[in-house]
Structures are given as C-alpha cells and as structure tokens.
C-alpha cells in the first residue's frame, strides 16, 4: 500500500475511532430524551424525567412565581433512576411502562446491541489488517462499520418514534419533550461510522484497470 494510500485509510479508521467512542457514550448514558409534564401551579413541584436505552431518572424540580414548565433537567432536585421494568423485573417504572410501547424500548436496545456487535468486530478485522499482507481484511472491517452506522441510526429513530407517541398518548402527563445530548452522540456516530466505512471500504478495493485492455488482474500488485 503507497503512502498515500496508508494516510487516507488512517485518516478513516481515526473518524471510525471516534465514531466508536460516541456510540459507547450514547448507549450507556441516559439522556436520550428529556420529558416535562404540564405545569398547573406555581409555587409546587414538577417531575420531569431523561431516559435512554436501559433506563428512566425522573427528578422533582421546583417551580417558580414565572416558570410555566417544568425544567430544565439541570436545575437540583430529588433524583430517582430505575431501570425499565422488562429489562428488571425487580426495578418499578410505571410511569414509563405505562405511556409507552414496551416493544418500542426493547427494540432500540437490541438494535444497538447490534449495533456494538458490529463495532466489535470490525475493530477485531481492522487490527488484524494491521498485519503483513493482510491489507484485505480492510474490507470486511469497512462493510461490519457500516452495519453498525445502520443499526445505530435505526436505533436512534425508533426510540424517537417511542418518545413522539408518549408525549402524543393521552394516557401520559408528558406534554413536551426534546432529544438531549446522548441522541445527538448516537446520530454523530452513526454519520461517522457510515461516513468512516465508505471511505475504508472504497480504498481498501483493488485499484481499476487505468487501460480498457487492461484487466485487473494484470494489474500491479498493492505489496
């Protein structure tokens, strides 16, 4: 592989690297969504809530003479996490379990899980690469990080279709909602694992006949 070629394919696996790392932050942290409720009183307390794959954390916030709702997330208060009751069946999240489609939780969380699968093994074929004359394991490294940009963003879209239909149900206090940090970090690194292994993909390919009578295997060798 030219030296050219070597310092395209690291500048790719640099963006898959941190493509990697932001998908680990999203899937383990809990703030995919943030929930308010409707404010009746003032002077009270409001409970709001963020949640992510694996787990809700709802927190009691005071409301003021001027908020007319509950929030933000970031302002103190009692704070109480439980995991999502058919991941825990000994945890309690009824107010979670309640507003919204246990399928749809469920199926964002293995989707991810999918998701790291992919990663995993990707990375596996792309540190084997690393050895002598074994540049052809570039390409399935590629097409597993592509996959797993896939699984990610698909993720990442059925736990917004969830969060829309709680916040649509009539059977929830949810009146507003909006997608915090760890949503964005899931579809950053998706874009990137999808971006990252293209470009992986499309240079670890054998170089094209520069002539029509010539074939690729007549081709010089990339070693």
């Known amino acids: 592989m030219s030296p050219t070629k070597t310092l395209k394919v690291r500048v790719a696996l640099l963006c898959i690297l941190v493509g990697i790392v932001l998908a680990l932050v999203a899937v383990v942290t809990d703030h995919w969504a943030v929930l308010s409720p409707h404010v009746g009183h003032r002077n009270a307390t409001c409970e709001a809530a963020h949640f992510g794959l694996w787990r809700i954390c709802t927190k009691r ?21 439980s995991y999502f009751r058919h991941f825990n069946p000994g945890e309690s999240s009824e107010i979670f379990e309640v507003t919204t489609q246990k399928e749809y939780s469920i199926s964002a969380a293995a989707i991810a899980i999918f998701s790291l699968g992919f990663i995993i093994v990707g990375t596996l074929c792309a540190l084997l690469s690393f050895r002598k004359k074994r540049d052809y394991l570039l390409r399935p490294a590629s097409m597993f990080y592509i996959f797993a940009g896939l699984c990610l963003s698909v993720s990442a879209e059925v736990l917004r279709q969830s969060v829309q239909r709680m916040v649509d149900s009539e059977h929830t206090a949810w009146i507003a909602h909006s997608l915090a940090w760890s949503f964005v970090c899931a579809c950053v690194a998706a874009a990137l694992l999808l971006v990252g292994g293209l470009a992986l993909l499309l240079l670890a390919l054998p170089r094209m006949p520069r002539d029509p009578w010539e074939s690729c295997m007549d081709a010089e060798p990339e070693h």
């Open 61 to 81: 916030i005071f409301v003021g003479d001027k908020e007319r709702s509950c929030g933000p997330i970031t302002l103190p208060g009692e704070k109480n996490c």
